[in-house]
């Protein structure tokens, strides 16, 4: 599914495969595959845990964290109960985290097509990134679209900087904007910077400690679940 612009020929290696088939082997539709990366603590997994608790009562959800030697991300979300156990799956890289994203999915691959035929049926499933920097980006080959997140606390000169991962993700998340008054980002300033490498790709802020944080998320999300849901068989 992602969206198509310039910058997929600037930043080419996010097309080390061609895109994944919609298909399973049995002739049903496969679930949305959507891969979240972004810089260590920028929230990635928080987002994930909020996404969960949000649509797993709409939506049947199954997750995949990538971690370098362990498996902390998915024992957090073991932990808060955002889901049923079997349904997270942990891959541990054993290198940068972009090289299993991006280079070698084969991991990733074979945990999605485990629960792919394990739970069945999927609507959704989330895959995470291991914290990684403004290069990561998600292989067509593995995941639909792609979101990437920053926190504000981060610096807000970050979405000025750009890279693949700020200019190309489908949808780019600016997260914790609750810090931006104590560690004093602008963030008119940083949704400026972020339009004018992004163009009209989307951009939300959230602040998870707000009610409703995730929303942004979750409403952009569902018009893409309801077009590949409407796909064909």
């Given at each position: 599914m992602h969206l198509g612009h310039d910058l997929d020929e600037k930043f080419p290696h996010r097309h080390t495969y061609?895109?994944?088939e919609p298909r399973r082997p049995n002739g049903t539709r496969r679930a949305l595959r959507i891969?979240?990366?972004?810089?260590?603590?920028?929230?990635k997994t928080a987002i994930v845990a909020a996404l969960c608790r949000a649509l797993r009562d709409q939506l049947s959800i199954a997750v995949v964290t990538n971690d370098i030697y362990t498996r902390e991300d998915a024992d957090f979300?073991?932990?808060e109960a955002v889901l049923p156990p079997e349904r997270i799956r942990a891959v541990e890289t054993g290198a940068c985290p972009h090289?299993?994203?991006r280079d070698d999915i084969s991991a990733n691959l074979e945990a999605l097509e485990d629960l792919e035929n394990e739970i069945d049926p999927l609507d959704l499933v989330l895959l995470e990134s291991g914290g990684d920097n403004l290069t990561a980006t998600f292989s067509k080959g593995l995941v639909d679209a792609q979101v990437f997140v920053i926190d504000v606390a981060g610096g807000d000169d970050i979405p000025r900087k750009g890279g693949p991962g700020v200019t190309t993700a489908d949808?780019?998340?600016?997260?914790?904007?609750d810090l931006a008054p104590y560690v004093g980002?602008?963030?008119e300033g940083m949704a400026r910077d972020a339009g004018a490498q992004r163009g009209e790709l989307p951009v939300a802020f959230t602040s998870l400690r707000s009610e409703g944080g995730v929303e942004p998320v979750?409403?952009?999300?569902?018009?893409?679940?309801t077009a590949?849901?409407?796909?064909?068989?």
């Open positions: 061609s895109a994944a891969g979240l990366g972004g810089p260590v603590g920028s929230g979300l073991l932990r090289t299993a994203i949808l780019l998340v600016i997260n914790k904007t980002s602008d963030l979750t409403d952009w999300i569902r018009p893409l679940l590949w849901t409407a796909g064909p068989a």
